[in-house]
């Protein structure tokens, strides 16, 4: 039985673990995910390695912002065979209309659709647990850091890169396992992080500043985030 999403070893062998799918075997045993809860990204298929390439993939070339979110979800399972800890995230700045959703619909495209990949920001730091730990080993897509609780935008930043939850202790008060997940994440957002802090009367420290990195929309061609249009 798998306890979470992502890779799952014994010996020699591995397996990862999607909520609506099994890749890989353990030796000759079969690996299950009890229940991957309410709120689990929507990895699925639907066309051809061909048709995302024609539709997709092509015009990401020579856009840089573009190239970067889609290389996120690729990125990011690669994480634990590559014995990377944590993880990190990145948000993409600038306003309306610049195209950062579109950076977003690019990214879910790798690994299902956007509507079953992008998630809300309206959400506590402690409610992020139960969502990074459905993505462990996967990539977060999080459209509008503005809409999360300006109070504790900092704590989440730190929840999500610091790959472990909370302490709690169960009925008896014995202490409860913890959360665990392994993520890269993309957001958007108006402004940048410190700027979103000191909004809400908070400072933003280094730490925060290193776990997530403001990536400026505009790619400086007067095109939002394209800098070729492919006619």
Known sequence: LAERTGWIYK????????????IGTIGKEAVILPDPGDGA???????????????????????????????????????????????GGFNLTGGSSSGKT???????SVAGSP??????????????????????????LLDELGQAHPEQIGQIVYKLSGGIGRGRADQSGNARERRQWRILFLTTGETDLSTMMAGAGRRSFT????????????????MGIFEELHG
Not at 102 to 108: D, E, N, S
Request: with cysteine.
């Open 11 to 22: 010996g020699e062998h591995c397996a990862f673990v999607q909520p609506a799918e099994i």
């Open 41 to 87: 990204p929507d990895y699925s298929t639907s066309g051809t390695l061909d048709d995302w390439q024609q539709q997709i993939g092509r015009f990401c070339a020579g856009n840089s912002r573009m190239v970067f979110a889609v290389a996120l979800p690729l990125a990011a399972p690669l994480l634990g065979p590559t014995g990377g800890e944590g993880g």
């Open 102 to 108: 579109t950076a977003l619909h690019g990214a879910a």
């Open 115 to 140: 509507p079953g990949q992008l998630k809300t920001c309206d959400n506590t730091a402690n409610a992020f647990e139960s969502t990074a730990g459905q993505h462990n080993d996967g990539c977060l």
């Open 207 to 222: 730490g925060q500043e290193l776990r997530l990195a403001d990536i400026p929309a505009d790619a400086g061609a007067n």
